[in-house]
């Protein structure tokens, strides 16, 4: 079919230019029974509608597969520049017979740091092309396509498309569930914690939350446009598949909303402390200043450098002023704690 509409269309048809070899990460067609056929890029190039449901992913970030998205895939040019698009918000558009979707799903590639990747899908009755950055590592597509080689895989392209919403949405579990833990950790130990190393800890899942949550409101609004949309790639069960998905997406973003607010009371709190404290030493210091300014008064007399000055020719004059001083240090330490200042 992509052919015979791209001979019609007036664009190339799917035989590669010469030297030219897409970013193909895999190619399947569907049986119908939840199985597959895996193809490589010639059988890709002759395949044709009634074999099967096709579906190619590549790696949108890699030039050979742009190349061949922008020419010889037959999508409409405008089409095949979203599809190649650096960085899109999750949404829907119902184009004729086809569905453009952009979706965000955790990025699990070794040594990345937490973020919300995009996958690029274009999917009609007959074939779907995905496409996500070689350098992320999205399990949903992996465990579709390891499903289908157990025979326990989508069947067409409604079952593609809930099967992908529902395992991206399903990876967020693990990933709240440990933010839920840290904020609870963070919460037993406020107290006798390092000050310095809390508040980063908190801005840490503060920043995670905030990203997670600016990715999965647009998505949630993409996964309610598509369970709504008028399509007969959708049936029944695609459909209370996808309403199943929301469900768990809405229940995710209201626990992120949850660890917003319970990351934002425990800074208020840590703010609180950390003022608390502040306050507490500057009193003290005040106090010890208070004490002090007796015997600085006493010793700055005694030390300018003009006659009469009392005790000058007595040996003992020195001792009788240290008592004095410990006298009135003592009276006014009881002066300050009658009055509640210490």
Request: aromatic share 4%.
């Amino acid at each position: 079919m992509m052919a015979e509409e791209a001979a019609r269309a007036g664009r190339p048809t799917l035989d590669l230019p010469a030297g030219v070899e897409p970013g193909l990460r895999f190619a399947v067609v569907l049986d119908g029974r939840g199985g597959c056929v895996e193809l490589d890029w010639q059988g890709v190039a002759t395949w044709k509608p009634e074999q099967g449901f096709l579906w190619v992913h590549l790696e949108r970030d890699a030039p050979e597969a742009q190349a061949w998205v922008m020419g010889p895939s037959g999508i409409d040019p405008l089409i095949a520049e979203a599809l190649i698009a650096e960085d899109s918000r999750p949404r829907v558009e119902h184009i004729d017979d086809a569905l453009l979707l952009i979706l965000r799903g955790i990025n699990l590639a070794p040594g990345s740091s937490l973020q919300l990747v995009p996958l690029h899908v274009w999917i009609m009755p007959s074939r779907a092309l995905t496409l996500r950055d070689k350098t992320h590592a999205l399990s949903a597509l992996r465990d579709i396509r390891i499903a289908l080689k157990n025979g326990r895989g989508p069947r067409g392209p409604g079952g593609l498309l809930g099967q992908i919403a529902d395992k991206m949405v399903r990876d967020l579990d693990p990933v709240l569930e440990e933010m839920e833990d840290e904020v609870e950790g963070l919460e037993e130990e406020i107290i006798g914690t390092a000050m310095g190393e809390l508040r980063r800890e908190i801005a840490d899942i503060r920043r995670r939350a905030i990203h997670l949550r600016r990715y999965l409101g647009p998505q949630r609004d993409a996964l309610y446009q598509l369970r709504n949309e008028d399509t007969t790639m959708l049936d029944k069960r695609d459909r209370m598949r996808l309403r199943g998905v929301i469900d768990s997406l809405v229940r995710h973003i209201e626990d992120l909303d949850a660890i917003r607010d319970r990351t934002s009371l425990l800074h208020d709190d840590l703010a609180a402390m950390i003022s608390e404290k502040i306050a507490r030493t500057t009193y003290r210091f005040t106090a010890i200043a208070g004490l002090l300014l007796p015997p600085s008064l006493v010793a700055g007399l005694l030390g300018a450098n003009i006659g009469g000055i009392p005790g000058q020719e007595n040996p003992d004059a020195f001792f009788e002023l240290a008592g004095l001083i410990v006298f009135l240090l003592g009276v006014q330490a009881l002066i300050l704690r009658r009055m509640g200042w210490i």
